[in-house]
């Protein structure tokens, strides 16, 4: 269903940046410890069917930045059932027993930088000890995943997304250049695809 509230210019260039941030992290992360290779809807988020920058999930999502705060089950619960239909999700929700150990590996990179992330509905953004205790009443899969990879990914460097700032332009926080040029290029679609609809 279409949601019935159309969101602002102003909500769906924050939902769209959120979104850009959490993609390059993402993308990062699996980069730099050699995840995502059987997902076939990459960059992460941004491609395919049910992707975060498509407009019906964009319609619902973008109402995250509505004051005063919508019914979350309402209005943005529609738009991430839409989201849930990507590969990785197929794989990690209620895991499937098609997902192979990479999948959880890779779903757990996706969880753990979301909740790294400072996403209200989450509560904000949580230290690795923090999303360890999170996850502990997930399915067991999905806590021995996150087991395995929140040290694989503390040491690493840790990207800094506060250097994207606008979709225009944004740097390379240290994405191959393919990733940073594919996700350049999907966010640019993207942007002029919106403004066609929502404009």
Known sequence: M?????PTSDEIAKWMLSTLKHSCHVEYFWGKLGLGNRDPERPHDIIGVGSKYSVDVVRGF??????????????ISPAREMHRQQYHHRMWNQPSPKATRE??????????CGNLENRDYHGGP???GEILKIIEKSHPRQIEAVKIIIPEMWKLEQP?????????????IGLSDEAYEEIVLRTQEASKMLEAFMG
């Open 160 to 172: 800094n997304l506060e250097k994207i700032i606008v979709l225009s332009e944004f740097p390379n």
């Open 103 to 112: 999948d959880m590996l890779a779903g757990a990179v996706d969880t753990v």
């Open 2 to 6: 279409i949601n019935p509230i159309k």
């Open 62 to 75: 973008a109402l995250l930045y509505r004051e005063p705060k919508l019914d979350f089950q309402t209005y």
């Open 126 to 128: 949580h230290s690795y």
